[in-house]
Protein backbone atom coordinates (compact mmCIF):
# COMPACT_ATOMS: atom_id res chain seq x y z
CA UNK A 1 0.00 0.00 0.00
CA UNK A 2 3.36 2.01 -0.06
CA UNK A 3 2.20 5.20 -2.00
CA UNK A 4 -1.64 4.80 -2.43
CA UNK A 5 -3.78 7.32 -1.11
CA UNK A 6 -7.03 8.86 -1.78
CA UNK A 7 -8.59 12.28 -1.91
CA UNK A 8 -12.43 12.69 -0.51
CA UNK A 9 -14.44 15.39 -0.41
CA UNK A 10 -16.79 15.14 2.63
CA UNK A 11 -20.16 16.96 3.18
CA UNK A 12 -19.94 17.31 7.22
CA UNK A 13 -22.74 19.83 7.68
CA UNK A 14 -24.47 23.00 6.62
CA UNK A 15 -22.42 25.86 5.54
CA UNK A 16 -21.28 28.33 8.04
CA UNK A 17 -21.86 25.73 11.09
CA UNK A 18 -18.18 25.76 11.86
CA UNK A 19 -15.16 27.48 10.92
CA UNK A 20 -12.05 25.29 10.85
CA UNK A 21 -11.69 21.64 11.67
CA UNK A 22 -8.64 20.51 13.87
CA UNK A 23 -9.25 16.41 13.68
CA UNK A 24 -10.67 13.97 11.42
CA UNK A 25 -10.93 10.22 11.84
CA UNK A 26 -12.56 7.64 9.37
CA UNK A 27 -13.01 4.16 11.07
CA UNK A 28 -10.67 5.35 13.71
CA UNK A 29 -8.05 6.30 10.59
CA UNK A 30 -6.69 9.90 11.02
CA UNK A 31 -6.20 11.77 7.19
CA UNK A 32 -4.35 14.65 6.78
CA UNK A 33 -6.89 17.55 6.02
CA UNK A 34 -6.57 18.24 2.23
CA UNK A 35 -5.43 21.23 -0.26
CA UNK A 36 -9.18 22.99 -0.08
CA UNK A 37 -10.47 24.70 2.57
CA UNK A 38 -14.30 24.99 1.82
CA UNK A 39 -15.14 25.16 5.52
CA UNK A 40 -17.53 27.83 5.44
CA UNK A 41 -19.62 25.77 2.55
CA UNK A 42 -19.99 23.02 5.67
CA UNK A 43 -17.72 20.58 3.42
CA UNK A 44 -13.81 19.50 3.55
CA UNK A 45 -11.20 17.52 1.85
CA UNK A 46 -9.01 14.58 3.37
CA UNK A 47 -6.18 12.92 2.29
CA UNK A 48 -6.22 9.36 3.43
CA UNK A 49 -3.29 7.07 2.55
CA UNK A 50 -3.29 3.29 2.80
CA UNK A 51 -0.59 2.89 4.95
CA UNK A 52 -1.90 5.11 7.87
CA UNK A 53 -2.98 2.98 11.25
CA UNK A 54 -6.17 3.40 12.80
CA UNK A 55 -5.65 5.46 16.65
CA UNK A 56 -8.35 2.80 17.76
CA UNK A 57 -7.07 -0.65 16.53
CA UNK A 58 -3.69 -0.95 14.98
CA UNK A 59 -4.81 -3.70 13.19
CA UNK A 60 -7.12 -1.70 10.76
CA UNK A 61 -5.57 0.98 8.58
CA UNK A 62 -6.21 2.94 5.29
CA UNK A 63 -5.97 0.17 2.78
CA UNK A 64 -8.89 -1.45 5.38
CA UNK A 65 -10.73 1.86 5.02
CA UNK A 66 -10.38 1.70 1.29
CA UNK A 67 -11.97 -2.03 0.97
CA UNK A 68 -14.88 -0.87 3.22
CA UNK A 69 -15.47 2.16 1.05
CA UNK A 70 -15.29 -0.08 -2.03
CA UNK A 71 -17.64 -2.65 -0.42
CA UNK A 72 -20.45 0.13 0.44
CA UNK A 73 -19.72 -0.54 4.27
CA UNK A 74 -21.22 2.10 6.95
CA UNK A 75 -17.94 4.50 7.78
CA UNK A 76 -17.67 6.02 11.00
CA UNK A 77 -16.97 9.59 10.33
CA UNK A 78 -15.41 11.88 13.38
CA UNK A 79 -15.11 15.22 13.12
CA UNK A 80 -13.74 18.17 15.62
CA UNK A 81 -13.58 21.77 14.71
CA UNK A 82 -10.89 24.19 16.21
CA UNK A 83 -13.86 26.09 18.36
CA UNK A 84 -14.53 22.28 20.20
CA UNK A 85 -17.78 21.37 18.20
CA UNK A 86 -17.75 17.42 17.65
CA UNK A 87 -19.40 16.60 14.14
CA UNK A 88 -19.93 13.62 13.77
CA UNK A 89 -21.85 11.74 10.79
CA UNK A 90 -22.26 7.67 10.84
Known sequence: MSGTAAIF???ITEPYAFKKVKKVY???V???LGPCPNELLGSIDVIVHG???SVKDHNYGGRFLF???LDGKKINEEV???DG???RQI
Open 26 to 28: LNG
Open 30 to 32: PPY
Open 9 to 11: LMG
Open 85 to 87: KNL
Open 51 to 53: TEH
Open 80 to 82: ESI
Open 67 to 69: KDI
